[in-house]
């Protein structure tokens, strides 16, 4: 074969294989973030406070404390212990797969309903009879990771602190140890870089090759097996490329991040309420297929999910109950949201939550909280937050602290763009038949 034609298939195929790889090396760029910090398997990260911009994972919620187990099941099956509910505590998070395929939601809006349980994740092709006593999760990868979110109830330090005692009641150990379980192992990442923003050259290729290593091939995915060959990666054999190779890989990944970057932006059309800018980030057809494990045999949104995973991680298996998302990225006026610029969002009275709202500013480049600012977002449980006469809530969105209501301003950088995402948990059905809608966010 000619080396022109070489060249040319190598591309196009890390193009392909970019696309469909972006979820497993989004993945496995936040476990090597936890390993980076002395983490491994099986242990838990958590933020001792609120989040602030050195967690660099994508879109994070800085207005909850969060946690994040990395559970591997090649020993044999973990037990993954989420604490009872409480008036004044939960947790609202979801066990995914290393596919980010969502494996069972836990907490209120999961499947121990506020009960609390001890979930029992198995390995794939796991056949032994189930305890007693446990919710079996079957796992489709031998790695998985759990996002929990334990609730603040209000502001301040104490709410931060009650929500951290309460986060850190999870337990992870695993089954074969269950009559005597051994310490949970936290890790806490608070003030430390956690860097796990994606790469977008050839080390893309190294961390997706890492994943497929560790994993079985999935049966939807079968089809890429010969593609991943032609780019050196294959099960069982070093990844290791030269310079030239190395070469087209990074061309093939930066033109599959420049097509899911127009992607993205074609997303945002039509908006979730007419005639607005605000927009559910993801596909209907995506979203679908991760709720049921991509079982129907006629869709399989490769690119929505290669889409999604560019700017997000994590997905829940039953999206509105415990949470919801809308984005934005332009303003009412149909402009790119620029950090040199000053906005206005009104939150309106009585949003439809049981339990909080929130509206982050996000890097638009990196889809990561904006580096260096003194935080990142407003929320309904923030401390000194001043509503309006109605009981609506104004926020300022810019570079500069306003002279009135400092509680109420959400800082941004003025050398780029950045997009605002919009939390509700606990959603209520004003939210869904739209009875109550968020406006566009107004230049000021």
Same mark, same amino acid.
């Given at each position: 074969?000619?080396?022109?034609?070489?060249?040319?298939?190598?591309?196009?195929?890390?193009?392909?294989?970019?696309?469909?790889?972006?979820?497993?090396?989004?993945?496995?760029?936040?476990?090597?973030?936890?390993?980076?910090?002395?983490?491994?398997?099986?242990?838990?990260?958590?933020?001792?406070?609120?989040?602030?911009?050195?967690?660099?994972?994508?879109?994070?919620?800085?207005?909850?404390?969060?946690?994040?187990?990395?559970?591997?099941?090649?020993?044999?099956?973990?037990?993954?212990?989420?604490?009872?509910?409480?008036?004044?505590?939960?947790?609202?998070?979801?066990?995914?797969?290393?596919?980010?395929?969502?494996?069972?939601?836990?907490?209120?809006?999961?499947?121990?309903?506020?009960?609390?349980?001890?979930?029992?994740?198995?390995?794939?092709?796991?056949?032994?009879?189930?305890?007693?006593?446990?919710?079996?999760?079957?796992?489709?990868?031998?790695?998985?990771?759990?996002?929990?979110?334990?609730?603040?109830?209000?502001?301040?330090?104490?709410?931060?602190?009650?929500?951290?005692?309460?986060?850190?009641?999870?337990?992870?150990?695993?089954?074969?140890?269950?009559?005597?379980?051994?310490?949970?192992?936290?890790?806490?990442?608070?003030?430390?870089?956690?860097?796990?923003?994606?790469?977008?050259?050839?080390?893309?290729?190294?961390?997706?090759?890492?994943?497929?290593?560790? *994993?079985?091939?999935?049966?939807?995915?079968?089809?890429?097996?010969?593609?991943?060959?032609?780019?050196?990666?294959?099960?069982?054999?070093?990844?290791?490329?030269?310079?030239?190779?190395? *070469?087209?890989?990074?061309?093939?990944?930066?033109?599959?991040?420049?097509?899911?970057?127009?992607?993205?932006?074609?997303?945002?059309?039509?908006?979730?309420?007419?005639?607005?800018?605000?927009?559910?980030?993801?596909?209907?057809?995506?979203?679908?297929?991760?709720?049921?494990?991509?079982?129907?045999?006629?869709?399989?949104?490769?690119?929505?999910?290669?889409?999604?995973?560019?700017?997000?991680?994590?997905?829940?298996?039953?999206?509105?109950?415990?949470?919801?998302?809308?984005?934005?990225?332009?303003?009412?006026?149909?402009?790119?949201?620029?950090?040199?610029?000053?906005?206005?969002?009104?939150?309106?009275?009585?949003?439809?939550?049981?339990?909080?709202?929130?509206?982050?500013?996000?890097?638009?480049?990196?889809?990561?909280?904006?580096?260096?600012?003194?935080?990142?977002?407003?929320?309904?449980?923030?401390?000194?937050?001043?509503?309006?006469?109605?009981?609506?809530?104004?926020?300022?969105?810019?570079?500069?602290?306003?002279?009135?209501?400092?509680?109420?301003?959400?800082?941004?950088?003025?050398?780029?763009?950045?997009?605002?995402?919009?939390?509700?948990?606990?959603?209520?059905?004003?939210?869904?038949?739209?009875?109550?809608?968020?406006?566009?966010?107004?230049?000021?």
């Amino acid at each position: 074969m000619e080396q022109p034609l070489q060249d040319q298939i190598v591309v196009a195929r890390a193009i392909a294989a970019t696309v469909w790889g972006v979820p497993a090396v989004n993945f496995e760029a936040m476990y090597q973030a936890a390993t980076a910090l002395g983490g491994g398997p099986n242990q838990i990260v958590y933020w001792s406070r609120l989040l602030d911009w050195q967690n660099q994972t994508l879109t994070p919620n800085p207005d909850a404390v969060y946690l994040m187990a990395f559970i591997d099941t090649s020993g044999g099956p973990m037990v993954f212990e989420i604490p009872a509910a409480t008036a004044n505590a939960s947790i609202t998070g979801s066990i995914d797969s290393a596919w980010q395929t969502p494996l069972t939601d836990v907490g209120p809006a999961g499947a121990d309903a506020g009960n609390g349980a001890r979930y029992l994740l198995l390995p794939p092709g796991h056949t032994d009879p189930v305890p007693e006593g446990y919710i079996p999760v079957p796992g489709e990868t031998y790695s998985s990771f759990a996002l929990l979110r334990s609730n603040l109830t209000g502001g301040g330090q104490d709410a931060v602190r009650a929500a951290v005692d309460y986060g850190r009641q999870t337990r992870l150990y695993p089954l074969a140890a269950a009559d005597h379980p051994p310490e949970t192992v936290f890790l806490d990442a608070y003030g430390r870089m956690f860097d796990a923003t994606l790469p977008t050259d050839s080390s893309f290729f190294d961390l997706l090759d890492r994943r497929l290593q560790a *994993e079985p091939w999935l049966t939807r995915d079968a089809v890429m097996i010969d593609q991943l060959a032609t780019l050196g990666l294959a099960k069982g054999t070093p990844f290791a490329r030269d310079q030239a190779t190395r *070469e087209l890989l990074t061309r093939g990944v930066d033109a599959a991040f420049g097509w899911l970057g127009q992607r993205y932006e074609e997303a945002f059309v039509p908006g979730f309420y007419p005639d607005s800018r605000w927009a559910l980030p993801a596909s209907r057809e995506l979203i679908t297929a991760l709720e049921n494990g991509y079982r129907d045999p006629n869709s399989y949104p490769v690119d929505a999910r290669g889409l999604t995973y560019t700017f997000a991680f994590f997905a829940a298996k039953k999206l509105g109950s415990g949470q919801f998302y809308l984005m934005a990225i332009r303003d009412r006026d149909g402009n790119r949201l620029h950090g040199a610029h000053t906005y206005q969002l009104t939150v309106p009275a009585d949003a439809p939550v049981t339990l909080y709202w929130s509206i982050t500013a996000y890097d638009r480049d990196t889809h990561t909280l904006i580096r260096d600012v003194e935080w990142a977002s407003r929320s309904s449980n923030t401390e000194g937050l001043t509503s309006d006469p109605d009981g609506s809530v104004t926020l300022v969105i810019g570079p500069n602290p306003p002279t009135e209501r400092p509680a109420n301003w959400i800082p941004t950088s003025p050398t780029g763009d950045f997009e605002l995402l919009a939390r509700f948990y606990g959603p209520t059905p004003a939210l869904f038949d739209k009875t109550w809608r968020l406006p566009d966010i107004e230049p000021t």
